[in-house]
């Protein structure tokens, strides 16, 4: 069990450049969630995968955002023409296909938008 | 919709002594699971324990304790001999009848030595 893995820990980029994370799983976890986390809050529910299917999108969801799950292994989640706003830790968690099975997360990757 | 509500922005505890955290939650869904989960200063969300809405029992893990009051719709956690190294953030949590974890806005611990 090598964790979830996020890559890159950290991404700097001006406003209106498109940003590409990815989220490696651990192995035997068919779910996958994408969560958002701004300075002293909690983390809010972006998106859900089990295997390749995105079962869930949050509001928070814009159309500028969008996450696949190719093959049902890894994640990406990709902002386009991103804004300030999007400044956030981004949080990748995955989970056993079980009721109540609680979130692995990975360390995150944090964006800074200039 | 499903709220969870965490009241006490931050906490102090002496190292050594008791300390419980508060957490509300709402829902409607007659079968739900609730978490607890750390995040400590280096960002990574640690899973810490687990309580079931149709659990009699308030779960334990070593020196973490769950104090479910389902009337109440309260699920506080209980960490005895506070150790320095629980110094983080903590984060109530709650499943419902989807597959989403929705999270509170946290209380940060802080362990006096």
């Known amino acids: 069990d090598t964790g979830v893995s996020q890559d890159p820990r950290h991404k700097i980029t001006k406003r209106g450049q498109n940003v590409t994370f990815r989220c490696d799983p651990i192995s035997e976890h068919n779910r996958l969630y994408w969560y958002r986390q701004t300075l002293g809050q909690g983390p809010e529910f972006l998106t859900y995968?089990?295997?390749?299917?995105?079962?869930?999108k949050s509001r928070l969801l814009s159309d500028r955002f969008s996450a696949e799950r190719p093959k049902g292994s890894f994640s990406t989640l990709e902002i386009q023409r991103t804004e300030q706003g999007d400044s956030a830790m981004y949080l990748c968690a995955s989970s056993l296909d079980r009721q109540y099975s609680p979130l692995h997360f990975g360390n995150g990757t944090r964006l800074t938008v200039t | 919709a499903q709220k969870i509500t965490q009241t006490q922005p931050g906490m102090f505890v002496q190292e050594k002594e008791a300390v419980t955290l508060d957490c509300t939650y709402d829902?409607?869904?007659?079968?739900?699971?609730l978490f607890w989960y750390k995040q400590p200063s280096s960002g990574e969300m640690i899973f810490l324990i687990y309580q079931g809405s149709y659990d009699e029992q308030n779960a334990t893990e070593g020196r973490y304790s769950l104090n479910f009051q389902k009337a109440r719709k309260s699920a506080n956690l209980v960490i005895s001999a506070s150790q320095l190294g629980d110094s983080a953030m903590y984060f109530c949590?709650?499943?419902?009848?989807?597959?989403?974890?929705?999270f509170g806005a946290g209380t940060r611990l802080f362990v006096k030595a």
């Open positions: 829902t409607s869904d007659q079968s739900y699971g």
């Open positions: 995968f089990q295997n390749e299917a995105q079962l869930e």
């Open positions: 949590a709650m499943v419902g009848g989807g597959f989403k974890t929705i």
